[in-house]
Structure formats: C-alpha cells, structure tokens
C-alpha cells in the first residue's frame, strides 16, 4: 500500500487522518505487521527536547537616527557577531558573557523569545553613511525587526553514551561524569526521536516542516558533522552519531516551555531545543521503521575520561532508560539530559495540530546527499 503527501494532506484538511505519536505506533507493532500499521495510520509524530550547542539566532534591531554600523556589539553582557551588515547581528547559544561564565548567548535567547528588555551596547569607528560611533539602548521581542532561530546543528540522529574511567569528575558538555564510572550521561529520546524513525531520511530534508521551539519551523539544510553511511546495527538503525539537521523559525513566535537555556559546571552555556517531525506512513517501509522500539535502538559506551573517546561498549534504550546499564560487569546508574517528558509533550501537541488540519505536511524540496563523511582538524 502506497500514499502520497496529496493524498495524506487532503485526508488531513478533510479531518480523517489517522495520526499517533512514535511511542504510540512502537507499542502497535507488538501485535501488528508493517502492513497493518501503514494502512491504518497516515502520520507518526516525533520529537525530542535536549541540549543543542549549535544554535543560535539572527537578529535585525532596526536603524538608529542617525544610523550606525555596529561592529562591536554585546547583549546582556555577550559579546554578539556583527560582520553582516550594519544592523544585522548573530548571537550564538554557546557564547559566554565574559565575566560571568553560568550566563551566555542562550539566556539572551531565552530572555527575547519571553519578551523581557535586553540591553544592547554597540560601538563603531564611524562612516559617512553610518554616522553614529555608539548606541546604548534596550531591545524586545517588540522593537526589533526580525529574530529570527537558525540552527546550524540540531536533532541529532544518534548520540553516544558518556562516561568516565578516570579517578577525578570530568565535566564536560555531556554533564558532569562522576569517576570510576560512577555514572553514565545520554541525550536521545529513543523511540520518539525523529531521525531514528526515519533513519534512511526519506521523508525529511530540505523544506520539510517542523515543530521548532513551539512553532511552525523549517529544515533548512543537512546540519554541520552530517554524515551518511555509517553502522547499521541489525534493525537499521545507525549506532552513532550520523545524520543532522539545520533548521530555522521564526523565534518571535516561540516559546520559552520549549527553548531553555543551560549551564553545564564548568564547561559552559548550551541550550535546550525543541523539535517534532511529522513523518508520514507513505508505505509499508516507512511504517516498519516508525515501529522501532528503545529495546531495538543501540547506541555506544564512550569513555569520556580519554580525550579520544574510545567505545567501551554498547546498550539499548530501554536499559538506559530503565536507570542502569552494565559494563565491566559493574552496574552505572544512567541519567538522561534530554526530556522524554517534554519529548512527549511535542509529539502529543504536534499530533493534534496535524489532526485538526492545523499543520499539512511538506514534501522536501531536496534530499540529503548520500555517502558524506567527516574530516578531521589537523593539529600542527
């Protein structure tokens, strides 16, 4: 049985769709086949809630009288990108403010997408068009332009598990990793991850619409480090980190239930991100591939103590998310940073607007590329 995206969207506007979350349609599996579930359900939802240092925003503050072309330029204390154009800044999620380490790019974020002031100080040498050398004022979510999400990284297909094997906590962006294995830090949502129910990427590329820190967002381009081709394990699911995204929105519309911003002691400033992914049940393929269940999905035990991260072994998602796994034939307690709670609350939320004919899905308007890998920075 095949569907397309027309066929799908129209059962949508007319209110007959057949739409479940990830986590719902893993659970059908049990009893059904692929070809049951793909002729009962139209639209799967997906979504995940985790840290995601690669993001950040754009932002058009509007034209001062006289103007100024700013070129150094802070938020809040942080020190913002301006080499665009002259009212055009990029502030990143994971810049910090340089005296207080605990506040950073994402606060700034935060702070504008809840509609509090934020303080803008910019200088500049001056020029015959842009006059002003300095400007001192506050901006909001209602003053400026444009703010608008763009992402060069988010949503990643797989992510290992981060432990430590030395005698001293490490801290790093992956949390704080008690020694001795003393515990073990991981950031998926299993079954409810987007790129794990749709590991092939068939339904997901360029101009796909998304769920983006409360609303509507885009994929915009494959993320930075994405990469094609990597191990499968024996349901076909990639067991390490592979495919991203890059996605954009439009923050003014988003919400700060979705959009966090996060200190990790003593490695710095990330942000929490909200993403859900509509994928439609177009054949019996892609519904046998939304079936996955956290007890199929493997992911790798990385030593985080060794700056080369060597695999020490490897787990599935149901025993992370049971509060323990075994390695070395020692039993680590397991945490998770990303949100299944949240994750849930996504795809739930996505789920409806999808069935209240709220939110068509989008054909991608380009696939990925296939067999891109990853290069290394040559330290001299």
């Not at 999808?354 to 296939?370: D, I, Q, T, W």
Request: glycine content about 8%.
């Amino acid at each position: 049985m095949k569907k397309s995206y027309q066929e799908i969207n129209e059962k949508i506007k007319r209110g007959e769709a057949v739409v479940l979350t990830a986590e719902e349609v893993s659970e059908m599996g049990r009893t059904m086949s692929p070809a049951e579930v793909a002729g009962k359900v139209d639209v799967v939802t997906t979504a995940t809630f985790g840290p995601m240092c690669s993001s950040g925003m754009f932002i058009n503050t509007g034209h001062a009288n006289p103007p100024i072309r700013m070129e150094k330029v802070t938020l809040n204390g942080v020190p913002v990108f301006s080499g665009i154009a002259a009212v055009d800044l990029y502030i990143g999620a994971t810049e910090n403010h340089p005296e207080d380490p605990a506040y950073g790019g994402a606060h700034v974020i935060e702070d504008l997408i809840s509609g509090k002031d934020v303080e803008l100080v910019a200088h500049a040498k001056g020029t015959d068009c842009y006059p002003l050398k300095h400007i001192h004022t506050t901006i909001n979510r209602d003053n400026i332009n444009e703010m608008v999400m763009f992402n060069p990284r988010n949503a990643y297909q797989n992510y290992p598990v981060a432990v430590n094997t030395t005698n001293r906590i490490k801290y790093t962006y992956m949390g704080s990793l008690l020694p001795r294995l003393g515990n073990a830090n991981y950031s998926t949502s299993g079954e409810l991850s987007p790129l794990l129910n749709d590991p092939e990427l068939r339904t997901i590329g360029m101009g796909t619409r998304i769920f983006l820190g409360g609303t509507t967002g885009y994929v915009g381009w494959y993320g930075t480090q994405f990469k094609t081709n990597p191990e499968l394990n024996e349901h076909g699911v990639p067991v390490s980190n592979a495919a991203t995204l890059a996605l954009i929105g439009d923050a003014s519309m988003m919400s700060n239930s979705f959009i966090k911003a996060a200190y990790y002691e003593k490695y710095g400033v990330s942000v929490f991100v909200g993403i859900g992914i509509p994928i439609p049940l177009l054949d019996e393929e892609m519904a046998a591939r939304v079936m996955i269940r956290n007890e199929q999905i493997t992911t790798r035990i990385l030593d985080y103590g060794d700056p080369e991260h060597p695999e020490l072994g490897r787990t599935t998602y149901d025993k992370l998310m049971s509060g323990e796994i075994e390695l070395n034939q020692k039993k680590i307690k397991t945490a998770s940073l990303s949100s299944i709670y949240k994750a849930r609350e996504i795809a739930e939320i996505l789920k409806n607007l999808v069935k209240e004919g709220s939110f068509l899905l989008s054909e991608p308007v380009e696939m990925f590329p296939r067999g891109k890998g990853l290069k290394s920075l040559e330290i001299r």
